[in-house]
């Protein structure tokens, strides 16, 4: 069942709602560098409050005189948000062109500059959040709860607004593994990261229910805290318990595609065992190109700090590139009026 997985520290006892209003969640891009101030690419950081991202790519190509296809960005922001975001725009030798009309009371340019390089998808160290819970209510340990998240993190699954209104994505990913030609390839793209994105979550969530969280198997495939490396431990011994204790090394599951998988032994058998009725997702996945790679199995929020006013909590905290707000908050409360974001 679609956004049925698994929790680290069980059932949240607290309820609440997110996203009353825009401004209860904030999200800057953290992009980690700054414009090389020279270059045929211009770089904006622009903050908008009720606007998506695509809408505004539309304006921005509209006063460049440009194509659609020159404007870029680094992640995808939600709309019903106040964030801070990062804009590409490709003009070789063009003035900089006036950009001002784009304005208004719910969008400012905070910045902008000339760069180098092309501002691709990804190409952000991550994201800062401030968010605010309203009507919150339960009984529970809130304080241990919030600390808990703190120290061992909450599992890094996929946003539910990966697979779409009621799964829809995923539904669409498995008519064309089935045969179905899917010609536009922005949908194409965004149906295999669906399935992609299903598997991923299937496998975090079998290892939970197992309570294998912080458990090394013999075979597991393990990343290098900080980086995208992995590799595969045939047994762990002292050395390695060591690391893994000290946040060095973490676990990993799979991002399916075509080739062997990287985990061995018990940690194979683990993750095959929980993607074992979706052989269909996997061919197509492999049919389609993809190749096996990895994604850490926890999530570990940074700078996490909250303050509690009666019925209202507020949230900071910094993920790196790639991981959901709302998978932190799924652990924290239930909230039946939550939007999903699209911070990524």
Not at 64 to 82: N, P
Not at 127 to 137: C, D, K
Not at 229 to 250: N, Q
Request: aromatic content about 8%; glycine content about 10%; proline content about 4%.
């Amino acid at each position: 069942m679609m956004n049925d997985w698994q929790y680290l520290h069980g059932e949240p006892e607290f309820s609440g709602r997110l996203k009353v209003e825009p401004e209860d969640f904030v999200v800057e891009e953290d992009l980690g560098f700054e414009p090389s101030g020279e270059g045929e690419h211009i770089l904006l950081h622009i903050r908008k409050r009720g606007q998506n991202t695509q809408w505004v790519a539309r304006e921005l190509a509209r006063l460049a005189g440009v194509a659609q296809r020159d404007i870029t960005w680094a992640g995808l922001k939600d709309r019903h948000a106040v964030t801070q975001q990062w804009f590409g725009v490709h003009l070789p030798g063009k003035e900089m062109p006036d950009f001002s009309p784009l304005e208004n009371d719910d969008i400012r340019i905070l910045a902008m500059g000339r760069h180098h390089k092309k501002l691709r998808v990804g190409a952000l160290k991550g994201n800062f959040f401030r968010l605010r819970i309203r009507e919150l209510a339960g009984s529970g340990d809130l304080e241990g709860r919030l600390t808990a998240i703190a120290e061992r993190g909450v599992p890094n699954y996929f946003g539910a607004q990966r697979f779409g209104f009621n799964g829809g994505n995923l539904e669409q990913a498995k008519a064309m593994f089935g045969g179905k030609r899917i010609k536009d390839r922005n949908k194409r793209s965004l149906y295999l990261s669906a399935a992609r994105s299903y598997l991923f979550n299937l496998a975090v969530s079998h290892r939970l229910s197992r309570q294998l969280a912080y458990q090394l198997l013999p075979g597991d495939c393990v990343m290098l805290a900080g980086n995208q490396s992995f590799f595969t431990i045939e047994d762990p011994y002292d050395t390695l318990l060591s690391r893994f204790a000290e946040g060095d090394i973490r676990l990993s599951a799979p991002l399916w595609g075509r080739g062997r998988l990287p985990a061995a032994a018990a940690a194979a058998e683990l993750e095959l065992a929980a993607l074992a009725d979706h052989a269909d997702l996997c061919a197509g996945l492999e049919a389609n190109g993809l190749k096996q790679e990895r994604r850490g199995l926890l999530l570990q929020p940074q700078q996490l700090s909250w303050q509690q006013d009666g019925e209202q909590l507020e949230l900071a905290f910094w993920l790196p590139a790639g991981s959901y707000a709302t998978s932190v908050m799924r652990e924290l409360i239930k909230d039946s009026g939550q939007h999903e974001d699209t911070a990524e």
